[in-house]
């Protein structure tokens, strides 16, 4: 006879959602800011802007400007929908992304905020925060389902002790998160890096794949001595 405990479904990993004009205004004026700027150009992330201004083009403009156009574009109705969405699917999805992870000895956190808003690249993480945030464009394109956004970035805030510690680059980073995604959900497809750095991760992955922190410690070592 099975243990009644064991029949006790586990609650997903909790998510706690929040979007407001401010939350916009503070997430413009980060995606504006010099340095994020310049880091976007450098790794060619298209974002998201007011107005559907390009990038270039925000930057030549004053910045008040550009946060005049938020609330003229703020539609709660939009927001309350998306998050009604990933809130109708996230238990099954959280089911399997938990159990992936504990196949390779990842453990994420029991909750996370997730900041929706309509600016920006598709996903970013702070790590800092408590809880730790996850930033999610919900306007990113059908490419982008944000439950597998949410999931890409809970991995990406599973391993950033370790891509610091070993000091490996945004590349190889994005490589192995996408190396687990697919790991655990087979449909999910790879960016395009460059082959030959892909082909290393590869075999790195598959070696040591239930010791993450090994194959980021072993990208960061093949790194430093190409």
Not at 89 to 115: C, M, T
Request: one cysteine or more; glycine letters at 4%.
């Amino acid at each position: 006879m099975s243990n009644p405990a064991e029949q006790i479904e586990k609650e997903p990993i909790k998510l706690v959602f929040e979007y407001s004009p401010e939350s916009e205004e503070n997430r413009v004026r980060e995606t504006l800011d010099p340095k994020e700027v310049s880091w976007f150009k450098e790794n060619n992330y298209f974002v998201k802007l007011p107005g559907n201004l390009y990038l270039d083009e925000a930057t030549t403009r004053d910045l008040s400007e550009v946060l005049a156009m938020i609330p003229e574009e703020f539609d709660e109705t939009t927001f309350d929908q998306e998050r009604e969405k990933i809130e109708l699917v996230w238990r099954k999805k959280s089911g399997i992304l938990e159990k992936g992870l504990a196949s390779l000895n990842l453990v994420p956190d029991d909750k996370y905020k997730i900041i929706l808003t309509r600016y920006g690249v598709v996903g970013s993480y702070e790590v800092k925060a408590s809880p730790k945030e996850i930033i999610l464009n919900i306007q990113s394109g059908k490419r982008h389902l944000s439950e597998e956004t949410i999931c890409h970035e809970i991995i990406h805030l599973c391993i950033e002790e370790w891509v610091l510690k070993y000091k490996i680059s945004h590349q190889a980073k994005e490589h192995i998160v996408d190396l687990i995604m697919k790991e655990i959900f087979s449909e999910e497809q790879l960016q395009n890096i460059d082959p030959n750095l892909a082909r290393k991760i590869d075999q790195i992955f598959e070696t040591n794949k239930t010791n993450i922190e090994e194959v980021v410690k072993q990208v960061g070592i093949m790194e430093d001595k190409s």
